[in-house]
T-cell receptor
Framework: DTEVTQTPKHLVMGMTNKKSLKCEQH?????MYWYKQKAKKPPELMFV???????INESVPSRFSPECPNSSLLNLHLHALQPEDSALYLC??????????????????FGEGSRLTVL | DAKTTQPNSMESNEEEPVHLPCNHS???????IHWYRQLPSQGPEYVIH???SNVNNRMASLAIAEDRKSSTLILHRATLRDAAVYYC?????????????FGGGTRLMVKP
């Protein structure tokens, strides 16, 4: 199973709502990521989790709150978002470190994303 | 991670080879060259990566210049399904958490 599953696929929320995006993988990966992608732009890294601990936060506003409850799940809690936060939110997973052995690509596996619209 | 430069867009005819260039003049000795692509309405997917030698896999070939300051992704016979944004990314061997930093990418359009 090389899938990263993201739910929901689409989400519309008001600026006062609280919602969550969910991401799940069963590849045994211990690194998980949240990226944000605006239309016609490349993905931008938001958070990195290694061994279920937050290792990188790219100065993301506190209205985005990540959570990694176990090695298979990654959540992104959303609260008091702004219309400019509307975007495609991508989850990815990978090994924490590339071994360097032949055939070990260290690739990131991405989900199809959750498209968020903030009204 | 060092920066890459790619053309914004390229066009190709179906069933013809496509050469997608990438410049990375500030590459360091431990940077791997990775290529990902993003099909419409999907997340990015891994295509190929290399360090110094040219690489082939079932999806594509990667040609790396001798000085490593540029590389070219080669799709041997483009299909309509290859229409996507192709990202050339440098990733340090000791990159914490294996994360990727995406640049602008090249939007490849394939004409029937």
């Amino acid at each position: 199973d090389t899938e990263v599953t993201q739910t929901p696929k689409h989400l519309v929320m008001g600026m006062t709502n609280k919602k969550s995006l969910k991401c799940e993988q069963h590849m045994g990966h211990r690194a998980m990521y949240w990226y944000k992608q605006k239309a016609k732009k490349p993905p931008e890294l938001m958070f990195v989790y290694s061994y279920e601990k937050l290792s990188i936060n790219e100065s993301v506003p506190s209205r985005f709150s990540p959570e990694c409850p176990n090695s298979s799940l990654l959540n992104l809690h959303l609260h008091a978002l702004q219309p400019e936060d509307s975007a495609l939110y991508l989850c990815a997973s990978s090994q924490v470190k590339t071994s360097g052995r032949a055939g070990d690509t260290g690739e990131l596996f991405f989900g199809e994303g959750s498209r968020l619209t903030v009204l | 991670d060092a920066k890459t430069t790619q053309p914004n867009s390229m066009e190709s005819n179906e069933e013809e080879p496509v050469h997608l260039p990438c410049n990375h003049s500030t590459i360091s000795g431990t940077d791997y060259i990775h290529w990902y692509r993003q099909l419409p309405s999907q997340g990015p997917e891994y295509v190929i990566h290399g360090l110094t030698s040219n690489v082939n896999n079932r999806m594509a070939s990667l040609a790396i210049a001798e000085d490593r300051k540029s590389s070219t992704l080669i799709l041997h016979r483009a299909t309509l399904r290859d229409a996507a944004v192709y990202y050339c990314i440098l990733r340090g061997h000791y990159n914490a958490g294996n994360m990727l930093t995406f640049g602008g990418g090249t939007r490849l359009m394939v004409k029937p």
